[in-house]
């Protein structure tokens, strides 16, 4: 079975639209800025339900509780199979108050050494045509989606 992630696409009108997105931690993703950006997101366990998943990986990813009216998003499945379901919420939030949880990977590769790094390492407001050239391209489809519905 695909693994499946749960999160939130946070958006303000302000003065155009934009979305808030953020990079992704660690030494792999250390140099990479296009299509690497994404919501925050995480897995979550099947007991969990995916929009409370979605509320609770925001706030871990971030240090910010996300409150509002949820809008469902298509379902998209990113690269290697995994599904992600996310919805949309107005809100704003100052990009640089943001603190992630960590994670530890054995760093460099193969050293029997452990290092932590941070799940994001930075978020930033876009605007539409910034986000589809930062975001993961398979979650282009919330962008139009949102463009559609509030441009």
Same mark, same amino acid.
Do not use: C
């Given at each position: 079975?695909?693994?499946?992630?749960?999160? #939130? %696409? =946070?958006?303000?009108?302000?003065?155009?639209?934009?979305?808030? %997105? =953020?990079?992704?931690?660690? *030494? $792999?993703? /250390?140099? +990479?800025? #296009?299509? !690497?950006?994404?919501?925050?997101?995480?897995? $979550?366990? !099947?007991?969990?339900?995916?929009l409370e998943a979605a509320k609770r990986e925001f706030h871990e990813e971030t240090g910010t509780f996300i409150?509002?009216?949820?809008?469902?998003?298509?379902? =998209?499945?990113?690269?290697?199979? +995994?599904?992600? #379901?996310?919805?949309? =919420?107005?809100?704003? #939030?100052?990009? /640089?108050?943001?603190? !992630?949880?960590?994670?530890?990977?054995?760093? *460099? *590769?193969?050293?029997? +050494?452990?290092?932590?790094?941070?799940?994001?390492?930075?978020?930033?407001?876009?605007?539409?045509?910034?986000?589809? %050239?930062?975001?993961?391209p398979a979650q282009i489809p919330w962008l139009e989606e949102l463009e559609a519905s509030y441009s």
């Amino acid at each position: 079975m695909a693994k499946q992630s749960a999160g #939130l %696409l =946070v958006f303000r009108r302000k003065p155009a639209l934009q979305v808030f %997105l =953020v990079h992704p931690g660690g *030494p $792999y993703f /250390a140099k +990479k800025d #296009l299509s !690497s950006w994404t919501i925050p997101k995480g897995e $979550y366990p !099947s007991h969990e339900q995916p929009l409370e998943a979605a509320k609770r990986e925001f706030h871990e990813e971030t240090g910010t509780f996300i409150d509002g009216v949820f809008i469902p998003l298509p379902t =998209v499945k990113q690269k290697g199979g +995994k599904i992600i #379901l996310a919805w949309a =919420v107005e809100a704003d #939030l100052d990009e /640089a108050t943001i603190h !992630s949880n960590t994670f530890a990977i054995e760093w *460099p *590769p193969r050293s029997g +050494k452990a290092q932590r790094f941070p799940e994001i390492d930075k978020a930033a407001w876009f605007t539409i045509t910034e986000d589809k %050239l930062k975001i993961n391209p398979a979650q282009i489809p919330w962008l139009e989606e949102l463009e559609a519905s509030y441009s």
